[in-house]
């Protein structure tokens, strides 16, 4: 059900929890989600991009049957605009300072 990661600084990587019995396969959220973090499966959306969730709310706000669950500003905010930026599974904010540099 649920799918969780960490940054290496030790903070979650973000909220987001996606329960795939309670899909009914509307699209709302491969729609809605400006990352693709969701995709449209064979019967459930597909959670296909995890890394790449902002926690913005949107997919959670139109999942019709609450199987979508993030809480917005939670997780680790420096690794995941850097998974975004260069599109790539980072798990890792950087930070020398936290988590050391990307290479
Ligand atoms: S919270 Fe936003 S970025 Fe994350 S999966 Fe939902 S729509 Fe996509
Ligand atoms: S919005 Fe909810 S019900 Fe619709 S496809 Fe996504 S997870 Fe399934």
Redesign the pocket.
Known sequence: MAKSSSCACGESLNTLI?DPEL????????SVCPHGV?TEGDG??VLSKYEECMECGA?QI????G??HVESGVGCAAAMIRAALLRRNEVTCGDAACCGPIK
């Open positions: 996606y899909c009914i396969n509307c699209g709302l959220c491969s969701f459930k959306a997919c139109n999942c019709p049957v199987a979508i």
